[in-house]
């Protein structure tokens, strides 16, 4: 039994247009075409098997000029999680003074990922 997706890879600017062939009998194997770099089939297997997605964002932000910090995750997360992360975002508050890197959320979800700050204030 096969099923086939297409998608367009994001792993680097040329953005090929891919098909991911899912092949299973007994065991479950993928089958990448139209890919133009190995990293391309990587891209496509993962989006079939675990999908994941680097997270920007902002927090509120005390004692700042602005009253919002960009923060990014550390490493991407699984795609289904990305809402759940959204929500301990929005009930974050950080005071300042706050340095590029610093680490704002430890382990954020029990992921081993942390939210980092992606601008000094």
Known sequence: MS???EMICISCPMGCKMAIETITNGV???KVSGNKCPR???YGVKE???PTRMVTSTVK???????RLPVRTSDAIPKYKISECMAVLKAVEVEGPVKVGDVIINNLL???IDII???SM
């Open 28 to 30: 479950t194997r993928y």
């Open 40 to 42: 391309g089939e990587q």
């Open 61 to 67: 932000m005390k004692n700042g000029h602005l009253n």
């Open 110 to 112: 029990g992921l081993e």
């Open 48 to 50: 079939m098997t675990n």
């Open 117 to 119: 700050a992606t601008r």
């Open 3 to 5: 099923k086939t997706v």
